[in-house]
């Protein structure tokens, strides 16, 4: 894909390299022309020179052809004119860095697909890091309303483990949440459990779960520790 990345801070330059890793073609526009000598440097990504709330600016990075843009801004203002402009310029996919909720509604106007609400984000990570120590957020889904999460299982569990569709019958377990994978202990890659396999103790789990969903799972956690 070819992605116009709005500024080359660090939220901006990191996506950037990430997204060249991926072997995806990648232009930041920055306002600073010592970070775009920087950037470039550093990691070859092609930068311009300029503001990317400057519609011109914008036509020269390509955003004709455009599969994506990324707002990277600091300001909620500056990404909100910048998703505007590229809106303007049809580009298909908008994806905005979002610090102040009261602005949600402006850049679903301003035709931004997907918004990352960095507040959010690090509210709930905070809550279920101090509330349930014994769970890890790996990141939000749908702006906070899911969260991928990842846990291990306690000791307590049968060596020879237990079914995903036996445990799935767990109360805790309910139905807005989704087992997504957990770590395979000889391969050590993630893989999709179905309802045969069996889950052992220690294996690492990765769930889909509702907000509401984590601290049943926490308790059910803590009620198997209990048991050892």
């Known amino acids: 894909m070819y992605i116009i990345v709005a500024g080359g801070g660090t939220a901006g330059s990191t996506i950037s390299r990430h997204l060249l890793d991926r072997k995806h073609d990648v232009v930041v526009i920055e306002l600073e022309r010592e970070k775009c000598e920087e950037l470039y440097a550093h990691s070859g990504i092609v930068t311009i020179h300029g503001d ?13 052809r455009a599969d994506a843009a990324v ?7 500056d990404n909100l004119t910048f998703a505007l402009l590229a809106h303007s310029l ?19 106007l301003a035709g931004a697909s997907s918004i990352c609400d960095m507040n959010s984000m690090f509210t709930n990570k905070v809550l279920t890091e101090l509330e349930s120590p014994k769970i890890k957020v790996i990141t939000e889904i749908e702006q ?16 020879e483990g237990i079914k995903v569709q036996d445990m799935v019958k767990d109360p805790a377990f309910a139905a807005d949440c989704v087992f997504a994978g957990v770590i395979d202990e000889k391969t050590e890659r993630i893989v999709v459990p179905r309802g045969s396999d069996r889950l052992k103790p220690g294996n690492k789990v990765f769930m889909v779960v509702g907000n509401q969903g ?10 198997m520790e209990g048991m050892a």
């Not at 709330?53 to 004709?64: Q, T």
């Not at 049809?90 to 679903?108: C, E, G, L, N």
Request: avoid cysteine; proline fraction near 6%; aromatic fraction near 8%.
């Open 90 to 108: 049809k580009v298909p996919r908008i994806i905005v860095k979002m610090r102040d909720p009261a602005y949600r509604q402006a850049y679903h």
């Open 52 to 64: 990317a709330k400057n519609i011109e600016i914008l036509e020269e990075a390509g955003a004709a």
């Open 214 to 223: 984590i601290g049943a799972i926490e308790k059910y956690l803590e009620r």
């Open 144 to 159: 906070g309303e899911a969260q991928l999460i990842m846990f291990e299982l306690p000791s307590a569990l049968p060596s």
């Open 71 to 77: 707002a990277a801004l600091y300001k909620d203002e």
